[in-house]
């Protein structure tokens, strides 16, 4: 999932020659990110979040109670 997501990000940039600010580079991919997150979650995300906390329990919980999702 991460590489899919990295993938889109970086065809989103190379379409683009160059960027006259950072302002607009971080636009770009802020639009690219509402788009995809029309397809999030994935199909299998209790699968793939059973096994994040597996990996990375500790820091999942501390996200969690900084209000992330």
Excluded: C
Aim: net charge positive; charged share 25%.
């Amino acid at each position: 999932m991460v590489e899919s997501l990295h993938m889109t990000l970086r065809q989103v940039i190379k379409t683009r020659v160059s960027f006259p600010n950072e302002e607009s580079a971080l636009k770009l991919l802020y639009l690219a990110l509402r788009n995809i997150e029309q397809r999030w979650p994935p199909p299998n995300w209790r699968t793939s979040l059973n096994h994040f906390l597996l990996l990375w329990g500790i820091r999942i919980d501390v996200a969690r109670e900084r209000g992330g999702r």
